[in-house]
T-cell receptor, first 111, second 117 residues
Framework: QQQVKQSPQSLIVQKGGISIINCAYE??????FPWYQQFPGKGPALLIA?????SEKKEGRFTISFNKSAKQFSLHIMDSQPGDSATYFC??????????FGTGTRLTVIP | GAVVSQHPSRVICKSGTSVKIECRSL??????MFWYRQFPKQSLMLMAT?????????EQGVEKDKFLINHASLTLSTLTVTSAHPEDSSFYIC?????????????FGSGTQLSVL
């Protein structure tokens, strides 16, 4: 059973545009929601993370929006650049448990 | 941020041989390390949780005799794929936690691409 559902599977955005990736979860015990960026042949790298006590977190061009009542959270990449082309994974965890990953979104930013 | 070093980055071996993959936390002590497997264009699948000084905890469906995990020190965990077969070919990734709760302060290695001929 997929604990965290992620969409879309792939995304193509023009340079300068906004990339939006969505995730949804069912387990209300989740209390930590990170996003990871992965380039081909590399391990994931933490991009940004949020806890459910805030509805939005922004770091540079990356923003997480969190909707606790809807059990959804999303990643927005503003002014998308070709260098942002990668696979993005959302994830969730609670307490001392491990991360549950989404299925990933392959982002391609066209110059 | 913290650095997790994984070695080798790529290995090709013959069927029936064993392969060892190392995961090191370079600038912090990691009491817990995790091993994942990732197939092309798919998500990370947790294989096992490795705790320093104790036996690893394997996820359902992962053969513990096939994938031997040793976490002998606070900075090193190893995954040995024993008697490797072509179906074991995959991208293996480790991660280590720099304190905090499970999801936080989790840093990943750069992965190991295993190809079994």
């Amino acid at each position: 059973q997929q604990q965290v559902k992620q969409s879309p599977q792939s995304l193509i955005v023009q340079k300068g545009g906004i990339s939006i990736i969505n995730c949804a979860y069912e387990n209300t015990a989740f209390d930590y929601f990170p996003w990871y960026q992965q380039f081909p042949g590399k391990g994931p790298a933490l991009l940004i993370a949020i806890r459910p006590d805030v509805s939005e977190k922004k770091e540079g061009r990356f923003t997480i929006s969190f909707n606790k009542s809807a059990k959804q959270f999303s990643l927005h990449i503003m002014d998308s650049q070709p260098g942002d082309s990668a696979t993005y994974f959302c994830a969730a965890s609670y307490g001392a448990n491990n991360l549950f990953f989404g299925t990933g979104t392959r982002l391609t930013v066209i110059p | 941020g913290a650095v997790v070093s994984q070695h080798p980055s790529r290995v090709i071996c013959k069927s029936g041989t064993s392969v060892k993959i190392e995961c090191r936390s370079l600038d912090f002590q990691a009491t817990t390390m995790f091993w994942y497997r990732q197939f092309p264009k798919q998500s990370l699948m947790l294989m096992a949780t490795s705790n320093e000084g104790s036996k690893a905890t394997y996820e359902q469906g992962v053969e513990k005799d096939k994938f031997l995990i040793n976490h002998a020190s606070l900075t090193l965990s190893t995954l040995t794929v024993t008697s490797a077969h072509p179906e074991d070919s995959s991208f293996y990734i480790c991660s280590a936690r720099d304190g905090g709760l499970a999801g936080e302060k989790l840093f990943f290695g750069s992965g190991t691409q295993l190809s079994v001929l």
